[in-house]
């Protein structure tokens, strides 16, 4: 069976390790979590932004790629929880908008960014999970990460805001949007059914099979 790559995509909080984990259980797909080396800038990041963004987000991009090395040489379905292309398009787009990363640090990661991105072939479909401030925060006092607690509303918000402008504006294969502020699909089984049957509606068709595909949207609530 040829490759077929999908990414998850989410804000910090959405819940895009969760069905990584789920889909590839349910279905005997390979999954790629983020990162297992922990980010040595990280505490110095949340902070102080504008000191560590350049430091923080190259070590990221670093580990990124070799994860869609990774996936490059596996057969069948492969799961991707968050990509390069968030690192580049949500996280840096965010803290150069902020004024957290200068501009000579900006250019300098967009240049390194833009040539590893045209090197790598696109994934074949995304999963996009749709959440609100409150869900994120909810969901991040939760979990607990101590590396988390400095996390701000405002910070969540802007962050919501660049994925959605993203999202727009991707057309590099098909998108499954999950409304994740309604949709639990660690308290109910039946969500991950339907979000598992979509996702393998995607696969079955071929993924990407031209330059652009519309969006596809998640059904109304059975």
Same mark, same amino acid.
């Given at each position: /069976?040829?490759?077929?790559?999908?990414?998850?995509?989410?804000?910090?909080?959405?819940?895009?390790?969760?069905?990584?984990?789920?889909? %590839?259980?349910?279905?005997?797909?390979?999954?790629?979590?983020?990162? %297992?080396?922990?980010?040595?800038?990280?505490?110095?990041?949340?902070? $102080?932004?504008?000191? &560590?963004?350049?430091?923080?987000?190259?070590?990221?991009?670093?580990?990124?790629?070799?994860?869609?090395? =990774?996936?490059?040489?596996?057969?069948?379905?492969?799961?991707?929880?968050?990509?390069?292309?968030? $690192?580049?398009?949500?996280?840096?787009?965010?803290?150069?908008?902020?004024?957290? /990363?200068?501009?000579?640090?900006?250019? +300098?990661?967009?240049?390194?960014?833009?040539?590893?991105?045209?090197?790598?072939?696109?994934?074949?479909? !995304?999963?996009?999970?749709?959440?609100?401030?409150? +869900?994120?925060?909810?969901?991040?006092?939760?979990?607990?990460?101590?590396?988390?607690?400095?996390?701000?509303?405002?910070?969540?918000?802007?962050?919501?805001?660049?994925?959605?402008? &993203? /999202?727009?504006? &991707?057309?590099?294969?098909?998108?499954?949007? !999950?409304?994740?502020?309604?949709?639990?699909?660690?308290?109910?089984? %039946?969500?991950?059914?339907?979000?598992?049957? =979509?996702?393998?509606?995607?696969?079955?068709?071929?993924?990407?099979?031209?330059?652009?595909?519309?969006?596809?949207?998640?059904?109304?609530?059975?």
């Amino acid at each position: /069976m040829s490759r077929v790559h999908i990414l998850v995509a989410g804000n910090i909080g959405a819940g895009k390790s969760t069905l990584v984990e789920a889909l %590839a259980r349910r279905f005997g797909w390979h999954p790629l979590f983020e990162p %297992a080396a922990i980010n040595p800038y990280l505490d110095d990041f949340y902070r $102080d932004m504008r000191a &560590w963004a350049f430091h923080s987000q190259v070590f990221f991009l670093t580990h990124r790629l070799r994860l869609h090395r =990774q996936a490059e040489g596996l057969s069948g379905v492969v799961i991707q929880d968050r990509s390069l292309y968030e $690192d580049a398009e949500i996280f840096v787009e965010t803290l150069y908008l902020q004024g957290h /990363m200068n501009e000579r640090d900006y250019r +300098t990661y967009r240049d390194l960014y833009e040539t590893i991105r045209d090197l790598l072939r696109p994934p074949d479909a !995304v999963i996009y999970l749709r959440a609100s401030v409150e +869900t994120l925060l909810a969901r991040i006092a939760q979990r607990g990460r101590e590396n988390e607690r400095e996390i701000s509303p405002a910070y969540l918000e802007a962050l919501n805001r660049r994925y959605e402008a &993203w /999202m727009q504006g &991707w057309d590099l294969s098909p998108v499954l949007v !999950v409304p994740a502020d309604r949709v639990d699909f660690v308290a109910e089984p %039946a969500w991950l059914e339907t979000i598992a049957h =979509q996702v393998q509606g995607l696969v079955q068709n071929g993924g990407r099979r031209e330059h652009r595909l519309l969006p596809l949207s998640f059904p109304a609530v059975p």
